[in-house]
């Protein structure tokens, strides 16, 4: 697919996806959802990307959803734009690689919630974050009121959304919203650092951590330590595991072949 509103780099087994509509901050069209669900599809089918990146061109990250594409809306296509959405979100979140979010600038309503369907969220001193829907006479609708619950509780989640208040990266860090974060200037440049390190991890170990992660975690305890076994002992059965193991009885570094 040719992308129109999305920049898409692969350097080093990393996938850079940039939001490019930057007249608009990169509001989230019906457009750009369809290149962005094919991009996170290239990026499952590819077995050389390891990791991804996503990012903004220009001052923002997503400023959301598109509101002049949005505001006629009536409920049976709100709801098509919402199945579409959560469809592609949930695809990055299960992703069996690691996602990360180079949160440049504004990410708003729908740009937020991207960055809650990625694994690991770094952000830049210019970020902004939040979920202003309410203040516009809806909700969040791409999984804003459930994952932002799961990860910073439910009381922090109700004062962001019902507030609409926007959130700087320094509360955002002691929200356990963002991971890290960076002067603007470095932002990529430490992103890329660390998701050159998880290129380098043995990818089959990467993917049955994320699996666990994401599938224990909504399951009962004895469940999801279940689930962890049954991940960690299929981590037996690969190359990878063996050679790991080798190297440090040998007091070498491994060399990973990603099965
Ligand atoms: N949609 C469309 N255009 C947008 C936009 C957005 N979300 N955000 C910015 N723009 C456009 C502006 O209209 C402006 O266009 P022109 O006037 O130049 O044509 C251009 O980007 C530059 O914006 P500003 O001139 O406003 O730039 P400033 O630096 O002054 O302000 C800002 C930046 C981010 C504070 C401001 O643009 C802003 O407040 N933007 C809106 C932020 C926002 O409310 N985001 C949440 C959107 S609601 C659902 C599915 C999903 C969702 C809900 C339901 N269903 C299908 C039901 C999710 C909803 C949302 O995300």
Redesign the pocket.
Known sequence: MEYKNLLFDIEDGIATISFNRP???N???AETMEELNSAIRRCNDDDAIKVVILTGVG??FV????????QD?EPVD?????ER?HETYRSIEILPKPVIAAVNG?A????T?ITLACDIRFASDRA?FG???I??G?????G?TQRLTRIVGMGRAKEIVLSGE?IDPQRAYELGLVNRVFPAETLMEETVKFAKKLSRMPAFAVKMAKHAINFGAELAIDHANRLEMECCAQCFSTHDQKEGMKAFVEKRKPNYIGR
Do not use: C, Q, R, Y
């Open positions: 007249k608009a901050l509001a989230m069209n001052k923002a400023a959301g959803a598109d509101i002049v594409e949005m809306k709100a709801l098509k734009i919402m959405g504004f708003l309503g729908g740009g919630e902004l979920t202003p829907e203040g516009l809806i909700i969040p609708g791409w804003g926007t």
